[in-house]
């Protein structure tokens, strides 16, 4: 098989090429996504209880009828709602996403500043439900109908069933109050100086709980998918051939059932990547973590339109990002899907 060259004369391979158009193909079909994702966060603007110039100025209720009319032309609001969505859209694309009176500083400034403690928390709770639903959805699969299936299968069920806040609860009442030797609340411990080994510890005291009690979540949710799916390859005929090849059980188990079993799983990653920001500000509230889900529940208590809108644009872009991620993990491990 000829394989192409770039200008420098490097061999490249069919698939490189077919991979490459297949990630510019994805990268335009998020667009209709992104195009979406600004409308809606356009649209709760709009669809706020309010007068948005009031809004504006501050919700003081004293600015003159002069002022909200220089207001209201100075930032375009006099126009039609098209001329108005597509001046808000040129604003998102340079960088502004308004103004937060409450906090009275940028919209940006505030996510950026919250933005780190909870990618933080979804990272360490992903990686926690991905390594607790693999692990155990995989002993449950193997040992199905016997003890270790029954004990996997029961604390998943139990896990999945009870809200993400009571976990957390119970958490704190065992580690705070029974066992005092987590702290339950914060980011870090306000005496530990930034950059210092006794700050990351201190993040890392910190983030346990909280990651414990989404981990668990996502790793219940996990386990049943996985256990699932590999009961479904087991009864495939190739794996019936691979016994009858001489392979152990546990090569059997590792290297053709939860290998088949990881490309779907890496799919519904992506898609529960979505809902890890609802999952945050539940925990982030429980925790007192100053992070972006808390920020979204203190944006809606206090009715703060322009910083609510400005999360949605930053979580719906996240989830986008990592839809992206999903696709071409997905295609590296199994190229078949770039050359159909």
Do not use: W
Not at 41 to 70: K, R
Not at 95 to 120: C, E, K, Q, W
Not at 145 to 168: E, N, Q, R
């Amino acid at each position: 098989m000829k394989h192409k060259t770039d200008e420098t004369g490097a061999r490249r391979s069919p698939v490189t090429a077919e991979l490459g158009r297949y990630l510019l193909s994805r990268i335009l079909q998020m667009a209709p996504t992104v195009f979406l994702i600004v409308l809606f966060a356009f649209v709760i603007l709009h669809l706020a209880p309010g007068d948005p110039v009031q809004t504006l100025a501050g919700e003081s209720g004293g600015a003159t009828p002069e002022l909200l009319a220089e207001i209201r032309v100075a930032y375009g609001l006099d126009k039609s709602l098209p001329v108005q969505f597509l001046h808000y859209a040129s604003n998102i694309a340079s960088g502004h996403l308004g103004f937060s009176f409450r906090a009275n500083m940028p919209v940006l400034d505030l996510i950026r500043a919250r933005l780190a403690p909870t990618l933080l928390l979804a990272v360490t709770s992903m990686m926690l439900g991905v390594l607790l639903g693999v692990l155990g959805g995989a002993v449950s699969a193997v040992c199905r109908g016997k003890i270790g299936d029954v004990v996997v299968s029961s604390i998943a069920l139990l896990l999945y069933a009870t809200p993400s806040f009571l976990i957390g609860i119970g958490l704190i009442v065992v580690f705070s109050l029974k066992f005092p030797i987590l702290p339950t609340s914060g980011y870090a411990d306000a005496a530990a100086d930034k950059g210092t080994i006794e700050h990351a510890i201190s993040v890392g005291q910190h983030l346990l709980l909280p990651t414990l009690t989404l981990g668990s979540l996502y790793g219940a949710i996990y386990a049943r998918f996985i256990r699932g799916t590999m009961l479904e390859v087991y009864s495939h005929p190739h794996i019936r051939g691979a016994r009858a090849r001489g392979l152990t059980s546990f090569e059997v188990a590792t290297r053709h059932v939860l290998r088949n079993a990881l490309l779907p799983f890496i799919t519904l990653v992506g898609l529960q990547a979505g809902s890890l920001l609802s999952g945050a500000i539940l925990v982030e509230t429980v925790f007192s973590r100053p992070g972006l889900g808390r920020l979204a529940y203190e944006a809606l208590q206090q009715r703060d339109h322009n910083l609510l809108a400005g999360i949605v644009l930053c979580s719906g872009g996240l989830v986008v990002v990592m839809n992206l991620v999903v696709d071409v993990v997905y295609a590296v491990l199994d190229p078949r899907v770039v050359l159909r």
